[in-house]
């Protein structure tokens, strides 16, 4: 380690070196061209580099990057003040920028890693404790602190709070710390054990303690089976007025059809049924299934699961029932 030590600090003096000692102009414009193109080179080099080698070489070209610059920060200093009054100490100045640039860096890195420990600071306990109001439509709920949810108050996700990130859960506690229910126009919980970042699920608070809902065991599973699944991967529910309204160009092309009721419309939706699909995946018997119906007169219920061609009726019937059974387990009371 101590070799290393040595090694990185003397490619950090040589660096220095190369810039630092120029008496004049004429020739440390020309070193310091060459020694930055050395550095882009050496850059554009790195970047086709694989192995373990090649941390150690960032680290080299890194400090060199970093000699370079102080020496020629130094030198600048240097000769810009030979051209007015107040000169400054030619040694002085080397020692104090060679001592202060790493410095710097290391000051600069220490704040970068405490704005993304900051960043990754989970919610307070008292937030993940309590329920949180929010509405879709005319459909009230109280839900938990959890992963599972990504909520948005306009229909794209833009501006989601997406749950399964800390800085977003702690800003959706701010929002909701009055009691006063959040009004969205689109949530989706992602209840599939097999979906993607369920591993962050099961680590989860939510996960850590036993919760009142009938899928909660079924969601925080370890092991996750080959069977047909009991729940829907991912369950969306959607304002269809926020719907249409941010959606200029299909609202348009409805109103030239002749229908701007909007009962019409939910009659529409309604009348979608079940889509699939098959993938290239690891099972050639799997498709892929996606459900909507109307859960109110306001407010859309979208289902995806996974499934196959026989069993996919019957098993969509399931999926509707576990999604409603998940939604009504999750109504604010009356």
């Keep these: 380690m101590i070799v290393f030590g040595a090694y990185y600090l003397l490619f950090y003096i040589l660096a220095f070196c190369t810039l630092a000692f120029w008496k004049s102009w004429r020739w440390f414009v020309p070193a310091s061209l060459l020694v930055g193109g050395l550095c882009v080179w050496a850059i554009n080099d790195l970047q086709t580099a694989d192995g373990p080698g090649a941390l150690f070489a960032y680290a080299f070209v890194g400090l060199f990057m970093l000699g370079a610059v102080a020496g020629f920060l130094g030198r600048l200093i240097i000769l810009a003040t030979r051209v007015s009054r107040f ?59 959890a992963p599972i949810f990504s909520l948005s108050e306009q229909y794209d996700w833009d ?117 699939c699909y098959e993938t290239n995946g690891y099972r050639d018997d799997v498709i892929h299934c996606t459900a909507q119906r109307m859960l109110t007169d306001s407010v859309q219920i979208e289902y995806m699961f996974r499934s196959n061609q026989e069993d996919r009726d019957a098993h969509a019937l399931l999926m509707e029932q576990r999604a409603l059974e998940i939604v009504d387990s999750l109504r604010a009371p009356e």
């Design 87 to 145: 000169q400054l100490p030619e040694k002085a100045v080397l020692l104090i920028v060679f001592v202060a640039a790493p410095l710097v860096v290391w000051g600069w890195t220490q704040w970068v890693d405490y704005q993304q420990q900051n960043r990754l600071r989970p919610p307070s306990p008292a937030c993940l404790d309590r329920m949180h109001a929010v509405s879709v439509g005319n459909v009230a709920l109280e839900i938990p602190l």
């Design 159 to 275: 501006e989601a709070y997406f749950l399964s990130s800390n800085h977003r859960s702690r800003a959706f506690c701010e929002r909701t710390q009055d009691g006063e229910p959040v009004r969205l126009a689109r949530m989706s919980i992602t209840t599939g054990p097999g979906s993607y970042g369920h591993r962050n699920v099961v680590n989860a608070p939510f996960c850590a303690k036993s919760q009142p809902y009938g899928w909660w065991e079924h969601l925080c599973q370890k092991e996750v089976g080959e069977s047909l699944q009991d729940y829907p991967d991912k369950i969306t529910l959607s304002e269809v007025e926020s719907y249409f309204s941010e959606n200029n160009s299909l609202l348009d092309s409805v109103k030239e059809a002749g229908s701007t009721d909007l009962s019409e419309i939910r009659e529409n939706m309604r009348n979608k049924g079940i889509g």
